[in-house]
């Protein structure tokens, strides 16, 4: 049972274009919302998160929207360059204070969308 | 210092033998997590460590022992692994348990014939 998905296996962009990439999420408990970016060969790295309670969060180039009701969520990148291509994965953290006690705030990732951006 | 180091880069191993994964992080994170990822496949945990005890072991198969000897220090010790095992190995920190921000390591590329 995949609680978050990613349904876009990948997404090509042309430079200065926006990138829009989505997430969908099953579990209403999910609390917090984070992206993470990986190169090849690398770890991911954080990009940017959202709490449950916003709908909207902006880093520079990059925006994180959230829909709770549509149980959605998206990255946008404007404008979009080269140097972002890589993986790109959602994930969602667990409230802590479930009704288990025990989630620690596990992160639960999609299956991530390879992003390219052709200059 | 906003990194996790993992030793060593890439392993092969023979399904008889007994290796170890090392991560390290000097940030003072007290939560540590190992994760395993799939080819084409999202990184799944295997095991939390919060305050340098086992919190979380996510059913993870005996033939995987973490060990936790300092707030800085995380070992994954294999031991009679399997070819299905063969996957990147990730290690990540965050602050304190439950901050969902986490910190990875490149990983250890692991193959196991």
């Known amino acids: 049972d995949q609680q978050v998905k990613q349904n876009s296996p990948s997404l090509s962009v042309q430079e200065g274009r926006i990138s829009i990439l989505n997430c969908d999420y099953t579990?209403?408990?999910?609390?917090?919302f984070l992206w993470y970016k990986k190169y090849p060969a690398e770890g991911p790295t954080f990009l940017i998160s959202?709490?449950?309670?916003?709908d909207k969060n902006e880093d520079g180039r990059f925006t994180v929207f959230l829909n709770k009701s549509a149980k959605h969520l998206s990255l946008h990148i404007v404008p979009s360059q080269p140097g972002d291509s890589a993986v790109y994965f959602c994930?969602?953290?667990?409230?802590?204070?479930?009704?288990?006690?025990?989630?620690?705030?596990?992160?639960?990732f999609g299956q991530g969308t390879i992003l390219t951006v052709h200059p | 210092d906003t990194e996790v180091t993992q030793t060593p880069k890439h392993l092969v191993m023979g399904m008889t033998n007994k290796k170890s994964l090392k991560c390290e992080q000097h940030?003072?994170?007290?939560?540590m997590y190992w994760y395993k990822q799939k080819a084409k496949k999202p990184p799944e945990l295997m095991f939390v460590?919060?305050?340098?005890?086992?919190?979380i072991n996510e059913s993870v198969p005996s033939r995987f022992s973490p060990e936790c000897p300092n707030s800085s220090l995380l070992n994954l010790h294999l031991h009679a692994l399997q070819p299905e095992d063969s996957a990147l190995y990730l290690c990540?920190?965050?602050?304190?348990?439950?901050?969902?921000?986490?910190?990875f390591g490149p990983g250890t590329r692991l193959t196991v014939t």
């Open positions: 990540a920190s965050s602050q304190i348990p439950g901050q969902p921000r986490q910190y």
């Open positions: 579990n209403s408990m999910f609390d917090y």
């Open positions: 959202i709490s449950s309670i916003k």
């Open positions: 994930a969602a953290r667990g409230d802590p204070l479930d009704a288990g006690g025990t989630s620690y705030g596990k992160l639960t």
């Open positions: 940030m003072g994170h007290r939560a």
């Open positions: 460590y919060s305050y340098e005890k086992l919190s």
